[in-house]
């Protein structure tokens, strides 16, 4: 069992940045690869960010490319998000998520996931 932990969230205004952060405990981290995802009010969780068990592979979500950047430590057991340039339309609660087997980046094939940090970015 991987038990995941996110801070981070908080209030931005637009243009702004925040870096999330996911701590996990249990199993053993470096073998999961490790998502963000992001639910706003009303609409369905959506892939943010993944990254390779290494960290060398980055996916990212086409409405983040070029202002979010994913990153982890596998000494440290975190993953993180680097998020710039923030919109209004970025709000929504993250979700750090992990997965042993699967593949691709359906919010389904995660096998474990965090409570979630909120976001807010204000115009």
Do not use: H
Not at 1 to 7: H, N, R, T
Not at 51 to 57: D, P, Q, T, V
Not at 68 to 92: C, G, H, V, W
């Amino acid at each position: 069992q991987v038990q995941l932990v996110e801070s981070g969230g908080g209030l931005v205004q637009a243009g702004g940045s925040l870096r999330l952060s996911c701590a996990a405990s249990g199993g053993t981290f470096s073998s999961y690869r490790m998502g963000w995802f992001r639910q706003a009010p009303g609409k369905d969780r959506a892939f943010v960010a993944g990254i390779s068990m290494s960290g060398g592979i980055q996916y990212y979500g086409d409405s983040v490319k070029g202002r979010f950047t994913i990153s982890r430590d596998n000494a440290r057991k975190s993953a993180y998000l680097q998020m710039n340039s923030l919109k209004p339309e970025d709000t929504a609660v993250y979700y750090c998520a992990a997965d042993l087997y699967g593949s691709g980046w359906n919010s389904d094939v995660m096998d474990y996931w965090g409570k979630g940090t909120l976001v807010t970015v204000s115009s």
